[in-house]
Each structure stands twice: as structure tokens, then as C-alpha cells.
């Protein structure tokens, strides 16, 4: 860590777990962190849930409706 990582920063940083992972695509190298808190009140499973909730509903707006029965 840098010099100007606070208690909170460090505090978070012991309590979590990182592993790194390099994927090549083509030509292209993606760097993907993964980062598992051990202390979360939500499993992946609830996580997953709701961040795909919360894009479906950008996607077909706020009322829910399929994008081709929405109203233009």
C-alpha cells in the first residue's frame, strides 16, 4: 500500500480477499480483480440478482414492458 492509505483502507484490505486473473482475447489483455469480503451480508447469488434486475430494468425502461410493447 501507498503512504496515503487511510485506517479505513487498511482495515478494508485485511478483512478481503483479491486474486487477480489475465485473460488474452485476440489481441487484447483484459485484467479482471476479483475481490471476496468474507464479511458481505449479501451472498453472490443475491449480488447477481439484483445487479441483473437493476440492468433489465435500464434496458426495457422503467415500466417492465418488452422494448416492442412500450409505448413510443
Known sequence: ???NTT???????????TT?????IGHTLYTVTT????????????????????????LLGESGQEPEKQAV
Open 35 to 58: 475481490v471476496f469480503n468474507p464479511a458481505s451480508k449479501e451472498s453472490l447469488s443475491e449480488i447477481l440478482k439484483r445487479l441483473i434486475i437493476r440492468e433489465s430494468e435500464k
Open 1 to 3: 500500500m501507498n503512504n
Open 7 to 17: 485506517a479505513v483502507d487498511r482495515e478494508k484490505a485485511d478483512n478481503t480477499f
Open 20 to 24: 487477480t486473473s489475465e485473460y488474452k
